[in-house]
């Protein structure tokens, strides 16, 4: 998790506030300017449908040790950090056994346009065929190349996901001083 | 992979930075305590500012004002000139309307017919060319001929009579009467003049005028013609003049104006110039403050370090003394590092030295600096308001010179006017005089018209000479005007020139005085120079003396052993007188050198080795004035002692004194004291005039005094009784006032014995001899008393006799108080055991008169309860005595010990000293004897 701390140096706690309380108050601001930001940024990273639905899925949370402000949305934090992806071995929907690899699918898979998974097509496991390593189904007579099979993949981290870090501090401390400013700290 | 492990998450978290807090804090005081600074910076800028604006204001008021009355003044010398320029038309117009008129009366008959007749033709002309204006002067001329030629037709008419003897005449009347008719038509005021000119001239006519009627006629038209003409002028000259003095107000109200606001602007600027030499001062005295402390805390720190350094090469001194005492190192080693340390502190003494004098400098350039700063300030004003005065000046002379101008112009024209005016008239008469010349030679009347001609030309010289002297007079008023202005510009201006001038003049004076200060500082500076160069020649030259005397000593041993040699051989030569002169100069030569060494080295020596002696035998002098003065303390504690230890046994001898009293003698003083006081208050109280707490106060006295008494009685009364009691028991009441008189006779003749005693050792330690014979005679007839009456013989003699020869050693030796002291003791001790053992034989006495007391009725018996006290008293005495003895002795003993040891310790200090001054002769002889050494060989070298 990245962590931001903001450190407010004023002349005291307002004696109206309750101790603790400001800072609370202080962490929301800041986490909505956040999830404004990182939201707008998703959105504006283009794609048919992937980043929309990321940008969707950021939210704002309060803890006992600040605000988070989160993005729940597969693949975004493997974006992200990168790092390598493997089979969790779960029984396939299609097959009925466990997924032994992973499907990539390319740049024309009926898959990637549709948005769907595999299942949703409605092929079953004698529909598919497995050629030189690229799962491929007949449909409508027509030989389609469903995707690649991987035993793994690996992801590069790609820190554009996110904002950059000044841009996210700017919106922090916006945040925090419109707040602060409120509350004449 | 968990769930979160999904989500990408990004923490925020909040905190307080107390520590921050504060410092933002202090820093926000700060810029409130700087912008309070600012704030007041601005707000003393915007009071400079608005004072400033103000003070521009009020000149620009003075400015208005001085515009206004300008404006005022323009427009009413612009009224006056008006005015006067009307005049001046008018009077123009007027001369012009005579000259014409005059020309007309000139004319004939014929010749004014022609003129009408060529003006009508001008006039046809004039009209068929459309020319109004011309036309309309034609005309006016047309008519005024027209009149002209009427008159004369008229004057023709009133003359017809004569006019045929004398048409000549005629003519001249009618131009008379031209004149009298223009006069008429301009003054038209003047009709009793115009009157009597008729009347006079038909009485002329009337009388049948001759030439001189006739020529005084015309001549008396003429001045009436004149005179208007004159008036005329005078008034446009008094317009002009008018004129002239409206502009002279003007222009003097502009340059009261101008210089009003150049005051206001000089004001304004030297109030800059003071505020900016306040400021500069301000700084400039802030910074020198500054430097003074940095100086000062520089001169502290330097001090510290010059006393530590002080310090530790006085511990280092002390130490190679040490060390060159016990011979650890040698003289010359000792004396080469002693100097090490001496020129190293020296040093650094002279670079604080060097550093004050550079901080002196610079404080004082620092102080230069601001001067010079507020000097150039001052300067520049000075110089701005000496610019300023010069325009003043400047612009004035050129305003009165336009003035002067002007005036002048205005009096030339005048007098060109005036003069034209003349010469006409003279033209005038001449021509008449030419006409009556052709026409009647009557001398008197040419001689009387010459006069006229010849006042009129002195008229007008004088009246030329009357121009050129209003115009010297106008130049005089315009020189003193003028000096009236430079003399108010100067004053206006002296006030703050003079206080400008003051300023720099203090100032130049001061810099002056800081200039003359740092010459001497450069001078000093340049004596230490020279100083610094004469202490490294004279370095360098005992350099050259160390080699020369390292040369010496190394040339020496080849002397030495070369002497024997030398020695032979000088034995053998005969020395010539010539040699020996010369040798003796060399001597002298080379004497003069070895003065020079020495002096270069041996007086220092000397003169510490002096030190040394002198400060040693000071040492040793005071050790022993203290062992004197310690002596004398002590011999002083011993007296007082002694003092102390009589005044106790004086005392003691007082209480023996008084217990010897028997009580029956003590209650019968004590009851006559309190009767004494019982009558004493009684006698008070029958006083008169006492009030009544005096009364109270002496009856509760009184009433004590009874009750004292009343119980004295008691006491007495019971003592008696016990006595009574007492000796009751003992004998019987026959022998009892026998033995009691017995008992008394011996207790007084023992205390007269001791008085006595005591009497003869005063006199003893006086010195009266005779005092003491006379006391020890009493004593014995005591002594032999006493053995009358208790029967002992021989032992209160032999004890008076004891006492006396104490008494006379006592007398003898009258220095030795300890001794007579102890004598005393011992004399007391004794006395005290023959006391005692008197007093022991009379109790024993006593007894056996007590067991003989009813054989034998008359003899006396002792009182023993007395003498059983007197004994104790004795023996208290006796042991009291003793012990003062023995405190005596002792104190004796410690101060003898005490004054031995002072004295062994003066003894040693004396001999240390003694000790060193004797090795500083033997260093000082060894010295010497090396040098002496020295120069022997230096004299060997010689011979050499």
Redesign the interface.
């Known amino acids: 998790m990245l962590n931001f701390k903001i450190t407010v140096i004023g002349g005291g706690t307002p004696c109206k506030w309750r101790a603790g309380m400001y800072e609370q108050e202080v962490n929301k601001a800041a986490a909505n300017h956040l999830r404004a930001l990182i939201k707008q940024h998703l959105e504006a990273r283009g794609g048919r449908k992937y980043w929309k639905e990321a940008a969707d899925a950021v939210e704002t949370a309060l803890n006992e040790s600040g605000a988070v402000v989160s993005i729940n949305h597969p693949g975004v934090r493997l974006h992200f950090y990168g790092g390598t992806v493997k089979p969790t071995g779960r029984i396939s929907n299609v097959t009925g056994k466990p997924i032994k690899r992973l499907l990539i699918p390319g740049e024309n898979s009926p898959l990637r346009k549709a948005n769907v998974e595999l299942y949703e097509l409605g092929l079953d496991r004698d529909a598919v065929r497995i050629e030189e390593g690229k799962l491929m189904a007949d449909i409508g007579g027509v030989p389609v190349e469903l995707g690649i099979l991987a035993k793994k993949a690996e992801h590069n981290p790609d820190p554009t996901v996110l904002p950059k870090p000044e841009q996210m501090a700017e919106a922090l401390h916006t945040g925090a001083r419109e707040v602060l400013e409120i509350l004449n700290l | ?1 968990a769930k979160n ?13 107390g520590s ?2 504060q ?3 202090a820093d926000a005081e700060k810029v409130k305590q700087a912008n309070t600074a600012a704030a007041a910076a601005t707000q003393e800028v915007g009071r400079q500012a608005a004072e400033e604006v103000a003070a521009r204001q009020k000149v620009a008021e003075a400015h208005e004002q001085q515009a206004a009355a300008a404006t005022q003044a323009a427009e009413k010398s612009a009224a006056a000139q008006r005015r006067a320029k009307v005049a001046t038309e008018e009077a123009a117009a007027a001369e012009e309307k005579l000259k014409r008129q005059m020309e007309l009366a000139k004319k004939s008959r014929n010749e004014l017919i022609r003129e009408l007749e060529r003006l009508a033709a001008a006039r046809k002309a004039a009209a068929a060319a459309g020319n109004t204006a011309e036309f309309e002067r034609l005309t006016a001329q047309s008519a005024e001929t027209r009149e002209a030629f009427e008159k004369l037709n008229q004057g023709l008419e009133l003359t017809n009579i004569q006019f045929m003897q004398q048409a000549q005449m005629g003519m001249q009347v009618g131009q008379t009467l031209a004149g009298i008719g223009a006069a008429a038509a301009q003054g038209g005021g003047n009709v009793a003049g115009l009157a009597a000119q008729f009347l006079s001239l038909g009485a002329a006519i009337k009388a049948g005028l001759g030439p001189f009627g006739w020529a005084m006629a015309i001549l008396q038209g003429l001045q009436m013609a004149w005179d208007y003409f004159t008036q005329k002028q005078e008034r446009a000259a008094a317009a002009m003049k008018e004129a002239r003095e409206a502009q002279a107000a003007l222009n003097k109200t502009l340059l009261e104006a101008a210089q009003t606001t150049r005051a206001a602007v000089l004001e304004v600027q030297r109030d800059t110039t003071e505020q900016e030499v306040a400021d500069i001062e301000r700084a400039g005295a802030a910074r020198l403050r500054a430097l003074d402390e940095v100086q000062q805390r520089e001169r502290q720190f330097a001090a510290a370090r010059l006393e530590r350094l002080r310090t530790e090469t006085q511990a280092q001194l002390a130490a190679l003394e040490t060390r060159r005492s016990a011979e650890l190192i040698t003289q010359e080693a000792a004396a080469a590092e002693s100097e090490r340390l001496q020129r190293e502190l020296r040093e650094a003494e002279e670079a604080e030295a060097a550093a004050d004098d550079a901080r002196q400098r610079k404080r004082l350039a620092l102080e230069r600096e601001t001067n010079a700063a507020v000097a150039a300030a001052r300067q520049e004003m000075l110089d701005k308001m000496r610019a300023d005065m010069g325009n003043l000046l400047t612009h004035e002379w050129n305003d009165f010179d336009k003035v002067k101008y002007e005036e002048l112009t205005s009096k030339v024209a005048q007098l060109k006017g005036i003069i034209s005016a003349e010469q006409a008239v003279l033209e005038a008469v001449n021509k008449q005089l030419e006409a009556e010349k052709a026409g009647a030679d009557n001398a008197d009347v040419l001689a009387d018209l010459r006069r006229r001609r010849e006042q009129a030309q002195t008229e007008i010289a004088e009246a030329q000479a009357g121009i050129a002297r209003a115009d010297e007079e106008a130049e005089f008023i315009f020189r003193g005007m003028l000096d009236d202005v430079r003399k108010l510009a100067k004053a206006r201006n002296l006030t703050g020139m003079a206080a400008l001038e003051l300023a720099l003049q203090t100032q130049e004076a001061y810099a002056a005085e800081t200039k003359k200060a740092e010459d001497a500082a450069a001078a000093v500076e340049a004596g230490k120079r020279a100083e610094a160069e004469l202490s490294r020649t004279a370095d360098l030259r005992k350099q050259q003396n160390e080699a020369l005397e390292a040369g010496l000593e190394v040339e020496k041993q080849a002397v030495t052993e070369a002497a024997a040699a030398l020695q032979k051989k000088k034995e053998e030569e005969e020395a010539t007188q010539r040699k020996k002169e010369a040798e003796a100069e060399r001597a002298a030569q080379l004497a003069e050198l070895w003065a020079d060494v020495q002096r270069k080295s041996l007086p220092e020596q000397q003169q510490w080795l002096e030190q040394t002696v002198n400060s040693l035998a000071a040492g040793s002098e005071a050790a022993k004035q203290w062992a004197r003065e310690l002596e004398s303390v002590k011999l002083r504690q011993v007296q007082e002692e002694l003092n102390g230890l009589a005044t106790v046994y004086k005392v003691t001898g007082h209480y023996a004194a008084r217990d010897s009293r028997t009580q029956e003698e003590i209650y019968a003083a004590d009851r006559a004291a309190l009767e004494a006081r019982h009558t004493a208050l009684e006698q008070l109280r029958q006083q008169p005039g006492l009030d009544a707490r005096t009364q109270q106060q002496i009856n509760e006295k009184l009433a004590e005094t009874r009750g004292q008494l009343a119980g004295l009685e008691e006491a007495m009364a019971a003592s008696s009784a016990a006595a009574q009691q007492m000796l009751a028991g003992l004998r019987p009441l026959g022998q009892q006032a026998k033995q009691s008189n017995w008992a008394h006779a011996l207790k007084r003749s023992e205390q007269a014995f001791l008085n006595m005693a005591k009497l003869a050792e005063r006199q003893a330690k006086k010195g009266d001899t005779a005092g003491m014979e006379r006391s020890l005679a009493a004593m014995k007839r005591y002594a032999s008393q006493q053995e009358r009456l208790t029967g002992h013989t021989g032992r209160a003699v032999k004890q008076a006799q004891e006492v006396e020869r104490n008494l006379r050693a006592v007398a003898q030796q009258g220095d030795g108080q300890e001794k007579a002291q102890k004598r005393q003791t011992r004399a007391a001790n004794r006395a005290a055991a023959a006391s005692e053992k008197a007093a022991r034989a009379t109790e024993k006495a006593a007894r056996d008169a007590e067991a003989d007391g009813k054989n034998q009725p008359g003899a006396a018996a002792p009182d023993v309860a007395g003498l059983t006290a007197q004994l104790e008293a004795a023996r208290q005495a006796l042991a009291t005595q003793q012990q003062e003895v023995a405190r005596l002795r002792g104190a004796v003993e410690s101060l003898a010990k005490v004054t031995a040891e002072v004295a062994n310790a003066a003894r040693q200090t004396a001999a240390a000293a003694a000790e060193g001054a004797r090795s500083a002769q033997s260093a000082l002889a060894g010295q010497k004897r090396e040098l002496s050494e020295l120069r022997r060989a230096v004299e060997l070298l010689k011979k050499l």
């Open positions: 992979m492990d999904k989500d990408l998450k990004i923490g925020i978290s909040t905190e307080y930075d921050g807090a410092a933002a804090l």
